[in-house]
């Protein structure tokens, strides 16, 4: 069974920069043609797409999040990334990576890891 | 790019029937046949309950189904029970091959 675990600082300081990773295990991220996704889920608040990989590096990113993430994916570990550049409170949030069933529709989810930014 | 709308809250009594509807635009749910929902209970990472508008993944009861019409989706859930309380979250993929989320739902089971 595919699983998918995130694991990242759990406290970053306010303009600083966050690094997260997902590692993959029960599969490999190279095997057909998904995108690997983050979503994040700020305090009390919904889902928001943050964007995908492809493990050939291609991406789709939220444009409403605009150039400050950014993802990328080490085939050789069978990890995927995500960086947040100048993070403020706002980026507070449980960050979650996934794999969809084939497109979009993400079955395959991390538990995952509350970021919290500190001033 | 704009979440899809989600009424904030819908509740309904065990053995009923509750819909959730989901309202996008012509460059999301109207335009595409990717439509997913999603159950979060709290704590919790979500689930997929629904993809492609109306098709259930392996697994998931059959009380829940989905559908469309135009600009808006919709998550039926007949026979309520207990454990369908949590909250419901629509996706659609958009025009500029991107997904987005709705605000949400919070189903309670009176």
């Known amino acids: 069974q595919l699983q998918v675990q995130e694991s990242g600082p759990g406290l970053v300081k306010s303009s600083e920069t966050l690094s997260l990773t997902c590692t993959v295990s029960?599969?490999?991220?190279?095997?057909?043609?998904?995108?690997w996704g983050w979503i994040r889920q700020s305090p009390g608040k919904g889902l928001e797409w943050i964007g995908s990989i492809h493990y050939s590096g291609r991406t789709a990113s939220n444009p409403s999040l605009k150039s400050r993430f950014t993802m990328s994916v080490d085939t050789s570990k069978n990890q995927f990334s995500l960086k947040v550049n100048s993070v403020t409170a706002a980026d507070t949030a449980v960050y979650y990576c996934?794999?969809?069933?084939?497109?979009?529709?993400?079955?395959?989810w991390g538990q995952g890891t509350l970021v919290t930014v500190a001033s | 790019q704009s979440a899809l709308t989600q009424p904030a809250s819908v509740s309904g009594s065990p053995g009923q029937s509750i819909t959730i509807s989901c309202a996008g635009t012509s460059s999301d749910i109207g335009g595409y046949n990717f439509v997913s929902w999603y159950q979060q209970h709290p704590d919790k990472a979500p689930k997929l309950m629904i993809y492609?508008?109306?098709k259930r993944p392996s697994g998931v009861s059959d009380r829940f189904s989905g559908s469309k019409s135009g600009n808006t989706a919709s998550l039926t859930i007949s026979g309520l029970q207990a454990e369908d309380e949590a909250d419901y979250y629509c996706s659609s993929y958009t025009s500029s091959d991107t997904y987005v989320f709705g605000t949400g739902t919070e189903v309670t089971v009176l």
């Open positions: 492609d508008v109306s």
């Open positions: 996934a794999r969809p069933l084939y497109t979009g529709n993400y079955f395959f």
């Open positions: 029960g599969g490999s991220i190279s095997s057909n043609h998904f995108y």
